[in-house]
């Protein structure tokens, strides 16, 4: 099972950027699709950005334009470069794996908390 840890959430105003980052241990990280998931307060997780073994990215409507979701297999990390924030974006931010091949090997990191203010 491949443990994941995000760091880089913060406050930031809107119109700002953040990066955030999740590094992969446990496990061979190129044989993982890779995921970041957002919650706002009060609401159901939601996929923002996702990135395949091969780096292909698929984005959330809400975020396409804005958002880039990257991944270095050489270091174990997937991130996702956040700009033009809006207060919307406010959430706690979560990284995901899924195994390419064995789909019930899926990990999920602990979140990080990214707020935007008007």
């Known amino acids: 099972q491949v443990q994941l840890v995000e760091s880089g959430g913060g406050l930031v105003q809107a119109g700002g950027s953040l990066r955030l980052s999740c590094v992969a241990s446990?496990?061979?990280?190129?044989?993982?699709?890779m995921a970041w998931y957002r919650q706002p307060p009060g609401e159901q997780r939601e996929l923002v950005a996702s990135?395949?073994?091969?780096?292909?990215?698929n984005y959330a409507d809400s975020v396409k334009g804005r958002f880039t979701v990257s991944r270095d297999n050489a270091k174990n990390r997937v991130y996702l470069q956040m700009n033009s924030l809006k207060p919307e974006d406010t959430a706690v931010y979560y990284c995901q794996a899924t195994h390419i091949a064995v789909k019930f090997l899926q990990s999920w990191g602990q979140g990080t908390q990214v707020t935007v203010s008007a």
């Open positions: 446990g496990s061979v990280f190129s044989i993982y699709n």
């Open positions: 990135i395949t073994d091969g780096g292909s990215p």
